[in-house]
C-alpha cells in the first residue's frame, strides 16, 4: 500500500494525501489501523459504504474482464517468442 501511494497519483488523491507535505503511511501503521477496523467489526460497514459512494455520482460499477489488445509491430519473416 505503501509503494502504491507512492507509485499513483491517484491513489494518494484517494488516500487524501499530500505527499509532497507528508509522508505516506508505512506498512506497520496501516496493519495497525486495520487491526483498529477488525476489532471494532467496522469491516462490513465501510465495505458497504464505500461501494455505495459510486451510485451517488452516477457512477455505475460491475464485473468484467480488462484485456490488453496493444498492436505490436514485427519485422517482416521474424517469428514470435511465446
Not at 486495520?34 to 455520482?57: C, M, Q, W, Y
Amino acid at each position: 500500500m505503501e509503494d502504491a501511494l507512492y507509485d499513483s497519483a491517484a491513489m494518494g488523491d484517494f488516500a487524501a494525501i499530500d505527499l509532497g507535505r507528508e509522508p505516506a503511511p508505512d506498512e506497520t501503521t496501516i496493519c495497525k489501523y486495520r487491526h483498529l477496523i477488525e476489532v471494532a467489526d467496522l469491516g462490513d460497514k465501510l465495505f458497504t459504504a464505500v461501494n455505495r459512494h459510486p451510485s451517488t455520482k452516477g457512477i455505475k460499477l460491475g464485473v468484467g474482464t480488462i484485456m490488453d489488445a496493444t498492436i505490436l509491430d514485427q519485422e517482416p519473416g521474424r517469428q514470435a517468442q511465446a
